[in-house]
């Protein structure tokens, strides 16, 4: 069917603002060009760790109800949260998704996951063993090639893609040289995936969004968990046709409503509003819809 949506998240963790931007990044200065990239502030109900963040952006709601708090253990609370790919499917049955990332419990069923109720695709060997350089630019770069794959031979209308390895390098080696060739590279595999997109075959009669997120920054020497401002700023960056232009504020939790909305999906009882609907980065939903 001509002009079909299609939405695509990436998530890569660990970019700090202030970084991203000295960064290189051709592949996300496209898409802000083309949309917006916002600082986002970790809402204050989340801690600046990975799992509650991305807990949120599946979900839609805060830790406070998810009750994701750490990296290690799975509550039972976020089970009666679906992630927005799942939500998606139960709503329109007829859609395919993809969620496929290099840090397991994205995906996978171990420690505090899977964080996307679907599950997904996970590299054979799990790059936290290692937990180097190498075996996260590995894990990543094995994950771009099973997505790109994907996006550019399948008919996927929304996919979650997580990259971790620029988090891993801040945790190393701090937030240096290193780090920004770290972010570097995730901005490629990203190029990569819109690539995979634009060599579609019916790419003409089809609408896509993008949206990249970070879950958290660090601070200067690598780590974070704290309140200090490097570590609580996170953004995210989006465009396409179902994104609006005048975007003044975002939140980690609309990912969720905006994905939903794309596809004209009610997103329940949550705490996200779609892109263009929020003017406060912490302003609430004025009358939440029927529960999921």
């Known amino acids: 069917m001509k002009n079909d ?4 998240v990436v998530g890569i963790d660990g970019v700090r603002y202030d970084r991203l931007l000295s960064a290189v990044t051709p592949a996300l200065d496209q898409i802000a060009r083309n949309g917006f990239l916002l600082p986002v502030s970790v809402h204050g109900k989340n801690a600046t760790i990975s799992g509650p963040v991305w807990a949120t952006v599946a979900t839609g709601v805060y830790a406070d109800r998810h009750k994701v708090t750490g990296n290690s253990d799975h509550p039972p609370e976020l089970d009666a949260y679906q992630d927005f790919t799942s939500v998606l499917r139960g709503a329109r049955p007829e859609l395919h998704t993809m969620v496929a ?5 994205v995906a996978a069923p171990t420690a ?3 964080l996307f109720s679907s599950r997904g695709w996970v590299p054979e060997e799990d790059p936290e063993e290692a937990n180097d350089a190498g075996s996260w630019a590995a894990a990543d770069n094995a994950v771009a090639d099973y997505a790109a794959g994907r996006l550019e031979h399948e008919d996927l209308a929304a996919s979650f893609v997580y990259f971790g390895e620029a988090d891993v390098e801040a945790h190393n080696n701090g937030t240096g040289i290193g780090y920004l060739s770290a972010i570097q590279r995730c901005d490629s595999r990203v190029n990569s ?8 075959p019916r790419r003409g ?10 879950d958290h920054g660090h601070v200067d020497a690598g780590g974070h968990g704290g309140e200090t401002e490097d570590e609580r700023t996170a953004w995210i960056a989006a465009c396409g046709a179902s994104v609006p232009r005048n975007v003044m504020a975002v939140d980690h939790a609309d990912i969720f409503a905006q994905v939903l909305a794309t596809f004209g999906v009610a997103t329940g009882d949550t705490e996200g509003l779609a892109f263009g609907a929020r003017t406060d980065p912490q302003e609430r939903p ?5 529960s999921r």
């Open 112 to 114: 505090c996951g899977p």
């Open 193 to 200: 995936l819109l690539e995979a997109i634009e060599s579609r």
């Open 5 to 8: 949506p299609h939405v695509l």
């Open 286 to 290: 004025a009358t939440p819809a029927a």
């Open 205 to 214: 009669d089809e609408h896509w969004a993008v949206i990249v997120v970070t």
């Open 101 to 105: 990332a290099s840090w397991f419990p």
